[in-house]
């Protein structure tokens, strides 16, 4: 069976609260257990990236899910590959809030991605991060 590994960003909307973030992540961890989908979801307040990896038609479905949902906009694919195995294998999906600035993000995902994640998966991850984080230092 092909597995799929698929990332994505998009902007948060604006009134998201911690309550939306909750539903969000419950339903996400019941549909995901059902379809087989395991990952990560990162939120920094503003934007999330989100990485889903299960059967293809599985995130294919996925896709077209998060695409038409109105809680967040700006979908972007930033990278999708076929994988030998799963990275988050344990995950259904876990939530990692992290603070918006880049290297504030980096320390809190250090505290919580898997020790065991393949090292070019962690830098990844890492790496990606940059994409959704505030270069602005507003104080
Ligand atoms: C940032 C974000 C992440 C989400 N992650 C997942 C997810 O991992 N799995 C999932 O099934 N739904 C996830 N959802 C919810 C889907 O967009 C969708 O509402 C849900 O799958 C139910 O689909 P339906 O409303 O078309 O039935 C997420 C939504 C948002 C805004």
Known sequence: MSLRSLTYTSLAGLDLDSDDLLAIHTAARQLN???????????????????????????????????????H??????????????????????????????????????????PDLPAPVHDRVLRMTELISGTVDLG
């Open 73 to 114: 906009t700006g979908f972007e694919v930033r990278d999708d590959r076929e994988v030998e195995e799963r990275s988050f294998a344990g995950w259904t999906m876990e939530l990692a809030r992290v603070r918006s600035r880049y290297f504030e993000a980096r320390e809190d995902l250090m505290e919580v991605l898997p």
């Open 33 to 71: 257990a059902l379809d087989g989908i395991t990952g990560l979801l990162i939120h920094n307040g503003t934007h999330f990236l989100q990485i889903i990896e299960g059967p293809d038609d599985a995130i294919g479905d996925l896709v077209e899910r998060l695409r038409r949902d109105p809680r």
